[in-house]
């Protein structure tokens, strides 16, 4: 495509490959219209939601095993929208976001690579109020937890969109941060389970990337 290089990754997550491209590389910029400038996203950071990150993967795995019956889910900072797909192939009512300017471009791509009905997109700043989202059973992400006062802006995203009685699983690599993120949706009323991950190949323990997840009980007088 003009403007950057791509190439397609063959993947296995759960019981099935999936195909995905993604760009050849974090060197790869395209931002003829300043898109991504007016959303906040700077050259250097203007590749990275189109890579294969290793938080990305194990995310999409934890879906094609996780229990989503009946959920309303919302995928935050889809990228490539690995673990989207992988809802989306399981039958799910998921939903990705992001704020890239191409990310709906390249999810709509690769749902088409794997014979996939298309997700429904939603572009997401974190941190803007938008009521017409509604709410959801389910919210994930991966690696969301890259500067110290993300813990804050998504927990106040959870408190907007998150059910009475909801879930939010989320895998980190261990940037620091997960632990007020942690406290936040403790004093909202989750529970947290946490599960040490290895995230990338060979890695020994003790590994520092964790899946954490999240649950709550409907809350009293909540409707």
């Not at 300043?34 to 996203?41: N, P, Q, S, V, Y």
């Not at 500067?147 to 969109?161: C, D, P, S, Y």
């Amino acid at each position: 495509m003009p403007g950057y290089d791509t190439q397609i990754h063959t993947l296995r997550l759960g019981d099935r490959d999936y195909r995905i491209r993604a760009l050849s590389d974090r060197q790869q910029y395209a931002d003829p219209d300043e898109h991504a400038l007016r959303a906040g996203i700077s050259p250097a950071q203007w590749s990275l939601f189109g890579q294969l990150w290793p938080a990305g993967r194990a995310l999409a795995q934890a879906m094609a095993a996780h229990d989503v019956a009946g959920k309303r889910i919302l995928e935050l900072g889809c990228g490539l929208g690995l673990a989207s797909l992988v809802l989306r192939q399981r039958g799910a009512d998921v939903v990705a976001s992001d704020v890239h300017p191409l990310a709906e471009t390249f999810l709509a791509y690769n749902a088409g690579l794997n014979d996939l009905p298309a997700v429904p997109y939603r572009t997401l700043s974190w941190d803007t109020p938008n009521e017409s989202l509604g709410r959801f059973d389910l919210i994930i992400a991966s690696d969301v937890l890259y500067e110290r006062g993300q813990a804050a802006v998504l927990g106040g995203l959870v408190a907007r969109h998150a059910r009475p009685q909801s879930e939010v699983v989320l895998v980190d690599p261990g940037r620091g941060h997960s632990a007020a993120f942690t406290r936040l949706l403790q004093a909202q009323g989750y529970a947290v389970e946490e599960r040490r991950l290895p995230l990338e190949e060979g890695e020994a323990p003790p590994h520092r990337g964790r899946l954490l997840h999240f649950r709550r009980a409907a809350l009293a007088g909540a409707a």
